[in-house]
């Protein structure tokens, strides 16, 4: 591919090639995000304390052009486009819409949030072209894989002690098994997982050994049941529905950019417990 390309659901958003439906004009919203910074002034002195510095949401505007064989082939593209640039959330709030992009040579990147606005001059149709802006609100300013990566983690024969940096021999305090596996973010910036786990096991836990992090479930999940923990959403739901946030005890980490080692344990080993991370790379 030569050119860069956007797309969302089934529409592509081109380059000025030929051949293109959608021709892309200008984009903004792109690059690294504005900073929403949590300084504070030093009383009856110089300047600020300065405090942590967080990548807000992104707003992407897009100016494009449609291109149709005569005027109604070019409605019927807006119209095409105008049913994909919607969201209905009156059914689900949290729903998302994302917005994928692809540069030469690189893989495609997505970015989660929704369409939020179109503006097209419908009224003057010029050989067959219509011109338009479409919004788009990123509420995650991170750039996605659009490739989702799955491990399986077997649960930790070593039942009692704690994983250490890699840089230790891992389990202290315990025999068989650390349960300890390599997981890579390929990316710039942290993202954050989705943890199931699945019984029967009592009390399970996940740890990002590499960065001394570690949520626990103090809950006892029975053989046939599992559990979906959503780091992004911050969410624990049993079965994938009924909330078992109460359960929930330490933090949601994050998968750091590079490898990372995760350990999956429990209080007690059963060979049918497992886990299942998944992931996505992420960049800024």
Known sequence: MEEFELGIGDIILGGSGAGRDYIVHQWDGLGIPSIRNSDSQ??????????????????????????????????????????????????????????????????????????????????????????????????????????????????????TGRGYNKSFNYGYGGSGSSGVQTITNEGSIGTLPTVTFYGPVTNPFIENVTTNRRLRLVYTIGVGEFIVVNFAEATVLLGGAASRYFAKSGE????????????????AYDAAAYAFIEW???WI
């Open 42 to 159: 030093r009383p009856q002195d110089y300047g600020s304390f300065l405090g942590p510095d967080v990548p807000d949401s992104r707003d992407i505007r897009i100016d494009v052009t449609i291109r149709g064989d005569d005027p109604a082939d070019a409605v019927m593209k807006l119209n095409a486009l105008l049913r994909e640039w919607h969201l209905d959330t009156r059914t689900d709030t949290t729903a998302i819409k994302p917005l994928m992009l692809r540069l030469p040579g690189q893989q495609t990147w997505r970015l989660h949030g929704r369409p939020r606005r179109a503006s097209f001059e419908t009224a003057r149709i010029i050989g067959s072209r219509i011109d338009g802006t479409l919004e788009y609100f990123g509420a995650d300013p991170r750039w996605y894989s659009d490739v989702e990566h799955q491990t399986a983690l077997a649960l930790a024969t070593a039942t």
């Open 280 to 282: 996505r790379d992420a």
């Open 252 to 267: 949601f980490w994050e998968l750091v950019p590079g490898p990372n080692e995760i350990r999956f344990g429990a209080d």
